[in-house]
């Protein structure tokens, strides 16, 4: 053999052994040191299961401390897979003949749900899928005495979300129910922070927030609650942190001894609210007796001085129970198909012509932007011409009119004509009144922070332009200054209009949350909120002048104390009130809107109030007297004194 061969064959031998061994080292140090917590994972996930406990979401309360949210227990009839002699076909068949007997269900179903049961890969119990959730105790009695006969058939005990006054302020609270597949790929990885070590899973395993069967709050508070900034951490409140048990198993899956780690759950934040719900069930009876005649309403009650929402109610409502429980077909069809739209929130959602309380916004920008007096008078007749064919804009009380109308007349009368006047007579324009509107927070949302909430409309003559293809016509503003015509709001707008006019001309950011208390684990204690937020209501930089909403207060307060004045309803209170009434058109063919807004005390204000009813009529007859009784009740007094006759508007 030729050596020179033979050395060359020994040669690239000796350097593909070379290749080959760095290839291994070089696959060895990628699997130890750059993919070592994968397979580190992977190899735990074979030794180990780790069994969740779900935790129950935090209490919510009303200012005063009475439960508006909470949790209840609940008895499900489940399965223990580890347990459960699947291989045993006669005892299969007695379990099922039993269960269908207590449960009363035909047996195919019970079959059915043990094998849809059973896939799951659990280490502990799992629920019969749609036959054994949230049984009644006389279940819970019988599957006890007869657990013998079936082997791997328990009960088990859950929390679930409970509504405790049912429909009491249901589209504020809002519902929790089972996250979806959607929301669960959108927080899947949040987590916990590590604010204990001995407390957090061991690596590798993760402490996630959410899980796929989470509970997640999808409207009202229950959402509001789902999202808050602790300085760069985003954390829910009312979700609590999940406990677990840690178990090392055996090939079969099976646990091999006591939990190696534990941690038992722990409930979320205990989160006070500023609603007050006795205030809040007045508001509600007061609105019930509106709605009982087929019409929707709201009512707003709200701290002038702190933005603090003492009253949030809509009509109609419904059980946010409904959706713990899950609705029957018949009754999901019957809400969907209700013309009066019980999920809709009157009170932040719906959209309104404001009508005359409008009437507050357009006195503001009139005295601010134009040469009028409170001195200066105006002559009623019921009606006025305006333009080319001469097209009637009346005045709601009709002939002979208000006579001569001066400023506070006006408004505690709301002559429509002496409105009408400022246009015609004193130039007030519909950019005066479009900013006017907006500086108060009219076309936003005023940042409650509510899913669904709506920021209503200001119209003017450049949208028109723009939009509609049509120019701005001086009817446009002859309508808008009585707050009818393309404008809308919502009530909860009309009561911090209203607060701002009160408190001296600060727009407040409404609040619902009034106080936290944090679970002990994250050691960040009681958390309160007293600082009002909000702004100076500002035009090109400058404040509303003192005076100018002094004169507006005035004007209020003589539409009560006046013999004439058409929120006279609110005379012999027991507390001094200043207040506008208000009547919207928004068909032709059906009554009018009813407004009423107001503060309280007069001379000193504390509370603002807003009220609306649907289709109502005048807000004189309608919408004041629900405000009288919120007020009766807020201040603690009899309110018995019964006014004159009231006037129209």
């Given at each position: 053999m030729d050596v020179a061969l033979f050395n060359h064959r020994i040669r690239v031998l000796l350097l593909l052994t070379g290749v080959a061994i760095c290839a291994i080292a070089v696959r060895l140090w990628i699997l130890q040191l750059t993919q070592w917590d994968r397979y580190a994972r992977e190899a735990a996930g074979n030794r180990t299961k780790i069994v969740w406990e779900p935790a129950p979401r935090g209490l919510v309360l009303d200012r005063a401390g009475r439960l508006l949210i909470g949790n209840r227990s609940r008895w499900d009839v489940e399965v223990v897979p580890a347990e459960f002699p699947r291989k045993d076909t006669a005892t299969v068949e007695r379990i099922v003949r039993r269960l269908a007997e207590i449960l009363t269900v035909p047996t195919p179903q019970v079959r059915e749900s043990l094998e849809q049961s059973l896939k799951e890969q659990a280490l502990e119990a799992v629920t019969l899928k749609d036959i054994g959730e949230d049984v009644p105790f006389k279940v819970v009695a019988q599957v006890e005495a007869r657990k013998w006969e079936m082997p791997g058939i328990r009960i088990g005990n859950h929390v679930q979300r409970f509504y405790p006054r049912r429909s009491l302020a249901a589209h504020t609270l809002g519902y929790a129910r089972a996250i979806s597949a959607e929301q669960y790929a959108d927080r899947k990885d949040l987590l916990y922070p590590a604010t204990d070590s001995a407390q957090t899973p061991p690596p590798p395993l993760t402490d996630n927030i959410y899980d796929p069967t989470s509970l997640l709050g999808q409207t009202g508070v229950e959402a509001l609650c789902e999202d808050y900034q602790v300085g760069e951490l985003t954390l829910p409140l009312l979700q609590g942190r999940r406990g677990y048990r840690l178990y090392e198993v055996n090939a079969g899956g099976d646990p091999t001894g006591s939990p190696l780690a534990d941690r038992?759950?722990?409930?979320?934040?205990?989160?006070?609210?500023?609603?007050?719900?006795?205030?809040?069930?007045?508001?509600?009876?007061?609105?019930?007796?509106?709605?009982?005649?087929?019409?929707?309403?709201?009512?707003?009650?709200?701290?002038?001085?702190?933005?603090?929402?003492?009253?949030?109610?809509?009509?109609?409502?419904?059980?946010?129970?409904?959706?713990?429980?899950?609705?029957?077909?018949?009754?999901?069809?019957?809400?969907?198909?209700?013309?009066?739209?019980?999920?809709?929130?009157?009170?932040?959602?719906?959209?309104y012509p404001p009508g005359s309380v409008f009437k507050l916004v357009?006195?503001?920008?009139?005295?601010?932007?134009?040469?009028?007096?409170?001195?200066?008078?105006?002559?009623?007749?019921?009606?006025?011409?305006?333009?080319?064919?001469?097209?009637?804009?009346?005045?709601?009380?009709?002939?002979?009119?208000?006579?001569?109308?001066?400023?506070?007349?006006?408004?505690?009368?709301?002559?429509?004509?002496?409105?009408?006047?400022?246009?015609?007579?004193?130039?007030?324009?519909?950019?005066?009144?479009?900013?006017?509107?907006?500086?108060?927070?009219?076309?936003?949302?005023?940042?409650?922070?509510?899913?669904?909430?709506?920021?209503?409309?200001?119209?003017?003559?450049?949208?028109?332009?723009?939009?509609?293809?049509?120019?701005?016509?001086?009817?446009?503003?002859?309508?808008?200054?009585?707050?009818?015509?393309?404008?809308?709001?919502?009530?909860?707008?009309?009561?911090?209009?209203?607060?701002?006019?009160?408190?001296?001309?600060?727009?407040?950011?409404?609040?619902?949350?009034?106080?936290?208390?944090?679970?002990?684990?994250?050691?960040?204690?009681?958390?309160?909120?007293?600082?009002?937020?909000?702004?100076?209501?500002?035009?090109?930089?400058?404040?509303?002048?003192?005076?100018?909403?002094?004169?507006?207060?005035?004007?209020?307060?003589?539409?009560?104390?006046?013999?004439?004045?058409?929120?006279?309803?609110?005379?012999?209170?027991?507390?001094?009130?200043?207040?506008?009434?208000?009547?919207?058109?928004?068909?032709?063919?059906?009554?009018?809107?009813?407004?009423?807004?107001?503060?309280?005390?007069?001379?000193?204000?504390?509370?603002?109030?807003?009220?609306?009813?649907?289709?109502?009529?005048?807000?004189?007859?309608?919408?004041?007297?629900?405000?009288?009784?919120?007020?009766?009740?807020?201040?603690?007094?009899?309110?018995?004194?019964?006014?004159?006759?009231?006037?129209?508007?």
């Open positions: 038992p759950a722990c409930p979320g934040a205990t989160v006070y609210l500023t609603l007050d719900s006795l205030l809040q069930r007045t508001a509600e009876e007061a609105l019930d007796e509106v709605a009982s005649s087929g019409r929707d309403g709201a009512a707003v009650l709200v701290d002038v001085n702190s933005g603090e929402l003492l009253v949030l109610a809509s009509r109609p409502n419904y059980d946010p129970n409904k959706w713990v429980k899950r609705f029957t077909p018949e009754e999901w069809k019957a809400l969907q198909n209700d013309p009066r739209d019980p999920l809709l929130d009157h009170a932040t959602s719906g959209c357009s006195a503001t920008a009139a005295l601010s932007t134009t040469n009028l007096s409170t001195s200066d008078h105006f002559y009623c007749a019921g009606v006025i011409h305006q333009g080319r064919d001469r097209t009637p804009f009346r005045c709601w009380q009709r002939s002979p009119g208000h006579g001569s109308v001066g400023f506070y007349r006006g408004l505690a009368e709301s002559c429509d004509v002496y409105f009408y006047s400022l246009v015609t007579n004193r130039g007030l324009s519909s950019d005066s009144l479009a900013t006017y509107a907006r500086a108060f927070g009219l076309g936003n949302t005023t940042g409650l922070g509510l899913a669904g909430e709506r920021a209503g409309f200001v119209p003017d003559p450049r949208w028109k332009r723009d939009r509609r293809q049509e120019p701005w016509y001086t009817g446009d503003t002859l309508h808008m200054v009585i707050g009818q015509g393309y404008l809308t709001t919502t009530p909860l707008q009309m009561a911090l209009v209203t607060a701002a006019v009160a408190n001296g001309g600060f727009l407040l950011k409404p609040r619902l949350i009034r106080r936290i208390q944090w679970p002990d684990w994250l050691g960040y204690g009681n958390q309160v909120f007293t600082q009002p937020e909000g702004h100076r209501v500002e035009v090109e930089g400058k404040p509303i002048e003192d005076q100018v909403l002094a004169e507006v207060r005035r004007g209020m307060r003589q539409a009560v104390e006046s013999d004439l004045g058409t929120a006279k309803g609110l005379r012999g209170l027991g507390v001094s009130v200043a207040g506008k009434t208000g009547s919207a058109q928004h068909r032709l063919d059906r009554p009018t809107h009813a407004w009423f807004v107001c503060f309280a005390p007069a001379d000193k204000p504390r509370y603002a109030c807003a009220v609306f009813v649907a289709e109502g009529g005048h807000g004189s007859s309608a919408a004041a007297p629900i405000a009288r009784k919120i007020l009766a009740a807020a201040f603690g007094v009899s309110g018995t004194e019964k006014p004159g006759p009231v006037a129209g508007d």
